[in-house]
């Protein structure tokens, strides 16, 4: 893993429909916070080494991260704010894709895990057919 690369950070329709709207609408802020996002996003290789990132899945040359953030100019910290990313990484493209960004009101059911790895099946084929 190279320290030195940047990555270009995409954003999924489906998370741009259901998640990035809702919290636009809500945060005053989030044009920063999305600003701070992108800034983390597209420096994945320094900030997975930091307890703010959980690797999910890898395999070969992607992978599939839980990152941690709040939103800008809260007193939260990102553990306490609940609101997480899930991120693609194509190491070989440079590439990352938000697939989901959520807050603890947006998960339905008892387990975290099992709510966004449905969610991924559902809505990322390309995602679906990579994970076994």
């Known amino acids: ?13 489906y998370a741009k429909k259901h998640f990035i709207k809702s919290f636009s609408k809500k945060y005053k802020t989030w044009n920063n916070t999305f600003i701070e996002i992108n800034n983390m996003l597209s420096r994945i290789d320094m900030f997975v080494l930091t307890s703010k990132v959980e690797k999910i899945h890898k395999y070969d040359i992607w992978y599939i991260v839980k990152c941690e953030f709040k939103i800008v100019w ?24 938000i697939l989901l960004l959520y807050a603890k009101t947006d998960i339905w059911g008892h387990n975290e895990t099992q709510w966004w790895t449905q969610e991924i099946k559902n809505n990322y084929e390309f995602i679906k057919k990579l994970w076994k």
């Open 1 to 13: 893993m190279c320290i030195n690369k940047y990555y270009k950070v995409l954003v999924g329709e």
């Open 74 to 97: 809260t007193n939260e910290s990102p553990k306490t704010s609940w609101n997480r990313i899930i991120v693609f990484v194509n190491e070989k493209k440079s590439e990352t894709h």
